[in-house]
């Protein structure tokens, strides 16, 4: 736990709306699996954040999350499917070649054989 989780975790009154990084302390996940429990529509940011935006949540509605036992087990299944989806995707990738470096997967005729031509910079003297 770093110092700044301690300190907020510490706090006798948190603050009405919570950033996702707090409310993923708060719930007692980690920041990145916020993300995850949106997309799956377990968690729902305080008003209409742009999608690149910063996301708010509300406290006394993490309060009765944190406090909802069969909330808590769905997102906890929900992040243990993703991951679980997300290495089968990769294994299957591996499996079919798909990991291959690129030098590999670069064949001689489309590589240019050509030197490039070099370029002079426009109001350079010689």
Not at 59 to 81: F, G, P, Q, Y
Request: glycine content about 4%.
């Amino acid at each position: 736990m770093n110092s700044q989780q301690e300190q907020f975790l510490n706090l006798q009154t948190h603050p009405a709306r919570l950033k996702a990084e707090e409310a993923a302390w708060y719930l007692g996940f980690v920041p990145h699996e916020i993300t995850i429990l949106m997309s799956e529509g377990l968690l729902k940011p305080l008003g209409h954040p742009p999608a690149t935006g910063v996301k708010y949540f509300s406290t006394s509605a993490m309060e009765e999350l944190r406090r909802d036992s069969k909330w808590l087990a769905r997102a906890s299944d929900c992040i243990v499917n993703y991951w679980k989806v997300r290495n089968e995707k990769k294994a299957a990738q591996r499996d079919n070649g798909h990991d291959a470096p690129l030098k590999e997967m670069l064949t001689p005729s489309s590589q240019s054989e050509q030197p490039r031509p070099s370029r002079r910079l426009v109001g350079a003297t010689e």
